[in-house]
Nanobody
Framework: QVQLVESGGGLVQAGDSLRLSCAAS????????MGWFRQAPGKEREFVAA????????YYLDSVKGRFTISRDNAKNMVYLQMNSLKPADTAVYYC????????????????????WGQGTQVTVSS
């Protein structure tokens, strides 16, 4: 079992930065691939970024490449999403997720690949 708790969301202006954090419980955290998803009102949940269990490979939604950075600290059971140059289109509830299986590549892009989810944190970017 893994429990995930996100934090760090808020209301910012376009061009600002935010750092989301995801605190994970469970002794096997370091064996999980981790992802960030987001969901805007009236839209489906969307893949944002993922990182493999070792932290050696990362994957991003095209529209956030170069602006967002996912990282993890297995010693602290933490995953982070650094978001720079935020745009109003980034406004959504952001969710942290953990996947027991780690097949890499496009496997990370589907919400169905993840076994555990946090409750979400709201990010609102004003223009």
């Amino acid at each position: 079992q893994v429990q995930l708790v996100e934090s760090g969301g808020g209301l910012v202006q376009a061009g600002d930065s935010l750092r989301l954090s995801c605190a994970a419980s469970g002794r096997t955290f370091s064996s999980y691939a981790m992802g960030w998803f987001r969901q805007a009102p009236g839209k489906e949940r969307e893949f944002v970024a993922a990182i493999n269990w070792r932290g050696s490979s990362t994957y991003y939604l095209d529209s956030v490449k170069g602006r967002f950075t996912i990282s993890r600290d297995n010693a602290k059971n933490m995953v982070y999403l650094q978001m720079n140059s935020l745009k109003p289109a980034d406004t959504a509830v952001y969710y942290c997720a953990a996947a027991r299986l780690d097949f890499g590549g496009s496997y990370y892009y589907s919400p169905a690949s993840y076994d555990y989810w946090g409750q979400g944190t709201q990010v609102t970017v004003s223009s």
